[in-house]
């Protein structure tokens, strides 16, 4: 069960669930049919965020949230009729029924609608929006990328197939917009010497604990949300096997599932291990609690990466004239580190939280370079050898009689 008032204006009422709003200068009371568990709790929360969004922008609609209300009976509000229902009305059901994905990824599917969808089709019925209409828009937009044009039709798709799917439309019109082709960039590592560098220089002008964060970075390949989000309870030092289970990740101050919704375990070398325990002294001694902490607050890291990046990340790109890369290329460094020391890619995979298959598409370059030198390992070697090797004298032989 959720803690009491952890979400201003819901509370749990036997096994339902009550929210609390104000509308036109009053106080409103509607209940959900919801049990109150943590999860729905929290969806209630995001239920009156979304009404009180509506209230603010002008455009909330109380019979169209809550049409078996006293409060619709007693105003005389009716019902929208579902033929007339507009797309605003449908994205905010959408937005409900989705509640329950993680605090980042519903803030990016409401900016989008906002930004780019409910300006041109909030106000109209979504039975009259056509493909040629979504076409026209879509195409009149000016897209930073291709990536970005791909993600912002991800709500606008869904939100037409809700409607097919409660028969307000007979066809879903946003189906037909094509994806464009993204060219996904290629990994960037580091050079084992370009790591050094960088590690040498953040020990000497930083705070331990940065230079601790990054070297761990360089030598696990965590992701960034995963590596906030490693407590000290998912550490195991012991000398045989030295790991961390990597279980969670922690986005916008939330902590949820990995990105994968699995759970792995890490390797750890001893570079990793030494990082540990020289973190173990600072913020480990009671074996609990985040291993990572912003060292200006004493608190965990909760931005993913954001003050890693500006405060220490590129200052000391830029001071040691190494060419600029995302912060992300550490798990790509180490990735390559595996399979350049001849790591057999299935480990290095499971290390690094990918399919066998995504790995080989990811890192194919590095593969087969590994592969490429190891063969000519191989013809240097029995070259050599055959060089070293002495051909066997030549015996004369006695003048044959004629």
Request: aromatic share 10%; no cysteine.
């Amino acid at each position: 069960m959720a803690k009491k008032h952890q979400y201003t204006g819901v509370e749990a009422r036997g096994q339902s669930i009550r929210i609390t709003f104000r509308w036109r200068m009053e106080r409103h009371r509607e209940t959900l049919n919801l049990r109150p568990t943590p999860a729905n709790l929290k969806a209630a929360a995001n239920i009156r965020d979304s009404i009180q969004d509506e209230i603010r922008r002008g455009v909330f609609n109380y019979a169209e949230h809550f049409p078996d209300s006293k409060t619709v009976q007693k105003l005389g509000l009716s019902p929208i009729t579902p033929t007339k229902q507009t797309f605003q009305e449908i994205a905010q059901k959408w937005l409900q029924a989705n509640s329950h994905l993680s605090t980042g990824t519903l803030k990016k599917y409401r900016g989008e609608l906002r930004r780019y969808w409910l300006p041109e089709f909030g106000g109209t019925p979504i039975k009259e929006i056509k493909y040629s209409d979504l076409a026209a828009h879509v195409g009149g937009i000016s897209w930073t990328s291709a990536k970005n044009r791909n993600n912002a039709l991800i709500p606008l798709r869904q939100v037409f197939e809700m409607a097919f799917i409660d028969d307000l439309i007979d066809t879903n019109p946003a189906a037909k917009l094509k994806n464009q082709k993204v060219q996904t960039p290629q990994p960037d590592p580091f050079e084992l010497s370009e790591v050094e560098q960088i590690l040498d220089y953040m020990r000497a002008m930083y705070d331990e604990q940065v230079s601790n964060y990054f070297e761990f970075a360089f030598f696990t390949g965590l992701r960034i949300e995963e590596q906030i989000a490693l407590e000290w309870g998912d550490v195991d030092l012991s000398k045989h096997r030295p790991f961390v289970r990597v279980q969670r990740a922690r986005t916008l101050g939330e902590v949820k599932n990995t990105k994968t919704n699995k759970i792995r375990d890490v390797d750890l070398n001893t570079r990793a291990v030494a990082t540990l325990q020289r973190q173990q002294k600072i913020t480990g001694e009671q074996g609990r609690g985040f291993v990572f902490h912003n060292p200006v607050t004493g608190q965990s890291w909760n931005d993913n990466g954001k003050a890693q990046r500006i405060r220490y990340w590129n200052p000391t790109l830029e001071r040691l004239e190494i060419r600029h890369r995302r912060a992300y290329e550490t798990r790509h460094t180490y990735a390559t580190m595996m399979l350049m020391s001849g790591s057999n890619p299935a480990y290095a995979a499971s290390q690094m939280g990918h399919s066998i298959q995504v790995f080989l598409s990811v890192y194919t370059r590095w593969i087969n370079t590994a592969a490429q030198s190891g063969e000519r390992a191989k013809i240097e070697n029995f070259i050599t050898e055959g060089k070293d090797k002495k051909a066997p004298k030549q015996t004369e032989s006695a003048p044959k009689e004629i």
